[in-house]
């Protein structure tokens, strides 16, 4: 997994081409039995689920929303497009268990995404 931030200017958004979701802060009620309001940092617990669970995922953490994705860089060689999407969605099961969202993310929720994130 690698938080991206390379692309972070003296501007406070980041652009990004991905598959994936978007998921309002609000929207995260528990994270791995951990109730989001007696958390102090969500960001620094999310960084540790991806870390420890060796996603191809990555996530960039705005001033409202979370996205979570597989940027289009990560597209293999030998890959087919619904290859790439199917990983992407294989990479979140591995996560959802850390992620108790209401409401729930599913597989079609995720979609190709070409934007910029305030952060």
């Not at 009620?29 to 109730?35: F, P």
């Not at 960039?60 to 940027?71: C, H, N, R, T, Y």
């Not at 294989?90 to 934007?115: A, R, V, W």
């Amino acid at each position: 997994m690698k938080l991206r931030q390379g692309f972070v200017s003296n501007s406070s958004s980041t652009s990004f081409c991905a598959y994936g979701f978007f998921i309002e802060h609000s929207d995260i009620k528990k994270l791995n039995t951990v109730d989001v309001n007696n958390f102090d940092n969500m960001e620094e617990y999310i960084c540790k689920v991806f870390t420890d669970n060796d996603t191809d995922l990555e996530y960039i953490f705005g001033e409202f929303e979370i996205f979570i994705g597989l940027p289009y860089e990560f597209l293999k060689n030998d890959e087919t497009g619904r290859e790439f999407k199917e990983r992407a969605k294989n990479n979140f099961k591995g996560l959802k268990k850390y992620l108790d969202m209401d409401p729930p993310i599913h597989e079609d929720d995720f979609q190709f995404i070409n934007t910029e994130v305030s952060t």
